[in-house]
């Protein structure tokens, strides 16, 4: 099978994924990192409705190509990834954890029960109805001075009994968070024998430790902390900071953590020194005592901020033209349905990179570097806009993805040649 985009080390293939995985070598890749649909037929799209992040041969194919040992981290929505989960461990890998994603970005899609009533009671609502698509766009809420779209909202007048005694109801919770299924192909013999036979088998801790304080400033390396030998004797050692945790914030949901906990000093944790680290808490350098890490800050400072960039989407799509709100929901300007959030209205209208579920490429680095060895080869059979690929290239990995949407390609190919054009890296903005 011919490549469809070919970037350096990466490849992405166009066609149905069950077929791409089929022309893939047993045990030729070291990990699967990928987003697939979550099946809940986001923005009308048929992709995100076809039932097959649900169907066990997807994930049996990516079980024989992984090396013995390798990880898997998929998306799951947070509806339905209980599906995914139980066809990624039908396929045969073992369920080896979850990781939360955390974020503050998300639009409640719910239904006003109150409004519900009336509009069946054919009473004519009072009062000016929510301008969605006036306001949908984040640009103009922060110019506006609107701590959220719902301030911005001057909702209908509600008229009758059966609405006032409903009043405040609604039918769905605000998104905040996307689970990620974390799976692994069985070992071959133990850890060790694995390891040394395949080359996968582990995650890479000290290399994605939540850096502290000096670690942060210096943009990621997490430099040396200090353990304690006998009779009190501090020893060096590489790659300091906080195991990393299961659970993964955005810079918003940061902030508001840090915001509720306040700064508070490290407890005694083992016999580890170091310093503070927080999203907004503090990430200054402490002294050195005994006295767990010896930082203070908030209480991010305990997990991995995922920096998603303005930029990030259309980096290398300079070429590009951009696409209008009504091309990103199917539907024509000024109409209702273009107006509402539910159909995505304002989501990623005017860019230029109009695949509609865009993962944070610091997201996919900080994930990839969990699950790979350096130079490892990394599997998305669900590319979509190409996040996996150039996240994958910005650290020296190889990519090999599939992709069903041939418009999705020349997004792709654009982000993979702009990853592969910059210069090697280090993990300066992963922590």
Partial sequence: MIPAVEVGGARVFLGDCRDVLKSLPD??????????PYELGFMGKKWDNSGIAYDVTVWEECLRVLKPGGHILAFGGSRTWHRLAVAVEDAGFELRDSIAWIYGSGFPKSLDVSKAIEKKLG????????????????????????????NALIMPETQTDEGKQWQGWGTALKPAFEPV?????????TVAENVLLWGVGGLNIDGSRIGTGEDRANG?????????????NQIERPNGGRWPANVILDEVTAGLLDEQSGVSRDGVAGARTGSANGYEGGWGAQENHRSGYGGAGGASRFFYVAKASRRDRNEGLEELEATSAGDMVDREEGSAGMNSPRAGAGRTSGAKNFHPTVKPTQLMRYLIKLVTPAGGVVLDPFTGSGSTGKAALLDGFQFVGAELTEEYLPIIEGRLRWASEQEAETDDTLF
């Fill in 27 to 36: 045990n030729s890749v070291d990990s699967v990192v990928t987003d697939p």
């Fill in 220 to 232: 990621g390396e997490s430099g040396k902390s200090a353990i304690w030998g006998e009779n009190n």
């Fill in 181 to 189: 299924v974390v799976g692994r192909k069985p070992l071959v013999g």
């Fill in 123 to 150: 009473v004519e609502p009072i009062g000016k109805k929510p301008a969605y698509g006036a306001i949908s766009s984040r640009e103009l809420i922060e110019q506006r001075g609107w701590n959220n779209i719902e």
